[in-house]
């Protein structure tokens, strides 16, 4: 049973920093990309960042280009999510997503292609809340 738990959240000032974590178990064979949406009260939930297993292409949603930075650990079996120069506007609560094995299937955009219509997400993880707040 695969789990994704995600850790890191919290209150930051404007401006601050946090980096959030997801731990992923239960893979039987190689997941094919994993990343980030988030949810802010009253709106609906986006991507925010990916990146592929093999195909180690990333994704960024474009209100955080250049702030975030995605990543994974030599195992692949923990993300990173390094979030700078946060604002009120990133106030969410934070979901780790993962795409399952895809097998032989080419997905010629990358994770974000996935990603970005919130299509074929296979596994959540619970969320981790983000409040950016003075």
């Known amino acids: 049973q695969v789990q994704l738990v995600e850790s890191g959240g919290g209150l930051v000032q404007p401006g601050g920093s946090l980096r959030l974590s997801c731990t992923a178990s239960?893979?039987?064979?190689?997941?094919?990309?994993i990343g980030w949406f988030r949810q802010a009260p009253g709106k609906e939930r986006e991507a925010v960042s990916c990146?592929?297993?093999?195909?180690?292409?990333?994704y960024y949603a474009d209100s955080v280009k250049g702030r975030f930075t995605i990543s994974t650990d030599d195992s692949r079996n923990t993300a990173y999510l390094q979030m700078n120069s946060l604002t009120p506007e990133d106030t969410a609560v934070y979901y780790c997503?993962?795409?399952?094995?895809?097998?032989?299937?080419?997905?010629?955009?990358?994770?974000?292609?996935?990603?970005?219509?919130?299509?074929?997400?296979?596994?959540w993880g619970e969320g981790t809340p983000v409040t950016v707040s003075s």
């Open positions: 997503a993962a795409v399952g094995n895809l097998g032989t299937t080419v997905i010629v955009a990358g994770c974000g292609g996935l990603f970005a219509a919130n299509y074929r997400i296979d596994y």
């Open positions: 239960g893979f039987t064979s190689a997941y094919y990309a």
């Open positions: 990146i592929g297993q093999s195909d180690t292409r990333t």
